[in-house]
T-cell receptor
Framework: DAKTTQPTSMDCAEGRAANLPCNHSTISGNEYVYWYRQIHSQGPQYIIHGLKNNETNEMASLIITEDRKSSTLILPHATLRDTAVYYCIVRGPNAGGTSYGKLTFGQGTILTVHP | DTAVSQTPKYLVTQMGNDKSIKCEQNLGHDTMYWYKQDSKKFLKIMFSYNNKELIINETVPNRFSPKSPDKAHLNLHINSLELGDSAVYFC??????????????FGPGTRLTVL
């Protein structure tokens, strides 16, 4: 799986958009970009995923650059409850064997939303 | 309704003891996972079962033995507990282990403290 690089921490004002970047310059053509988040003392929560096109759901938007080497997760109107660690994960199709289904979490970005 | 549940939520025990953590999912998923999050907050996969069969077994000491009596349950038994086993253990499930699309649902975690 391609390695990802994220800023260690970011701040955002409540009600403003939070834009969380992720670099994955070694991504392969068949690898997906996933975003999960972990609110303090809870289990990780799936947010969104994409392959090439931009994606939007009720939680967030995912913008993937044309060369797919980076992406941005956008929380359009951040709230205090969005304070969490956000993980960008790149995963490809099943390579079989021991990689089957595995999510590899990095350090993530600590997003703090201020009142 | 709870999707992925774990018991107990907290577990405090002495070195050398044997303990079990239980996980149940009511999502009808085929695949279940155990992850470990250490004191530095790194989240790493330990095991994965698909339809009661072991498909991922990371480099985990033999003292850790997962058991899946049916698709809805994945338990983790730990023998001869050591101080380094102190961590938060998360159970997760997904509809399929297929790496092309794999939204994983995580439980609330079990905080294990070995004294």
């Amino acid at each position: 799986d391609a390695k990802t690089t994220q800023p260690t921490s970011m701040d955002c004002a409540e009600g403003r958009a939070a834009n969380l970047p992720c670099n994955h310059s070694t991504i392969s053509g068949n690898e997906y970009v996933y975003w999960y988040r972990q609110i303090h003392s809870q289990g990780p929560q799936y947010i969104i995923h994409g392959l090439k096109n931009n994606e939007t759901n009720e939680m967030a938007s995912l913008i993937i650059t044309e060369d797919r080497k980076s992406s941005t997760l956008i929380l359009p109107h951040a709230t205090l409850r969005d304070t969490a660690v956000y993980y960008c994960i790149v995963r490809g199709p099943n390579a079989g064997g021991t990689s089957y289904g595995k999510l590899t979490f990095g350090q993530g970005t600590i997003l703090t939303v201020h009142p | 309704d709870t999707a992925v549940s774990q018991t107990p939520k907290y577990l405090v025990t002495q070195m050398g003891n044997d303990k079990s953590i239980k996980c149940e999912q009511n999502l009808g998923h085929d695949t279940m996972y155990w992850y470990k999050q250490d004191s530095k907050k790194f989240l790493k996969i330990m095991f994965s079962y698909n339809n009661k069969e072991l498909i991922i077994n990371e480099t985990v000491p033999n003292r850790f033995s997962p058991k899946s009596p049916d698709k809805a349950h994945l338990n983790l038994h730990i023998n001869s507990l050591e101080l380094g086993d102190s961590a938060v253990y998360f159970c997760a499930s997904s509809q399929t282990p297929d790496r092309a699309y794999n939204e994983q649902f995580f439980g609330p975690g079990t905080r294990l403290t070995v004294l």
